[in-house]
């Protein structure tokens, strides 16, 4: 169970990342209010799977999951460049990501 929980916290990251950078420097309310939800719900997710998962790699795992998430919603939705540098350093992050769940 700990293992969704992270993963879902890792989405999460993804989801207050990208409301931060709509939410216009806190001057729009809706996005500001999405920001805060899913810091909170994130954070509260990683705090429960370091419970049963190593805070090393809960910790590496979660941020990989929202830096990717984060980098690949930002080429998608935000026109920033798709290049095949930026995918294969995205791949590594997620062969990463792959290696702690493995190695755990």
């Given at each position: 169970m700990a293992w969704v929980v992270l993963i879902l916290s890792g989405v999460l990251e993804t989801v207050w990342?990208?409301?931060l950078e709509a939410?216009?420097?806190f001057s729009r309310l809706w996005p500001s209010l999405l920001?805060?939800?899913a810091l909170?719900?994130?954070m509260a997710g990683l705090s429960y799977a370091v419970s049963g998962?190593?805070?090393g790699t809960a910790y590496g795992v979660w941020v990989g999951i929202g830096a990717v998430g984060t980098a690949a919603y930002g080429m998608v939705?935000?026109?920033e460049p798709v290049t095949a540098a930026r995918l294969v350093c995205l791949l590594l992050i997620i062969c990463g990501v792959i290696g702690?769940?493995?190695l755990h």
């Open positions: 990342a990208s409301a939410s216009r420097n920001f805060v939800g909170v719900l994130s998962i190593p805070l939705f935000l026109d702690l769940k493995l």
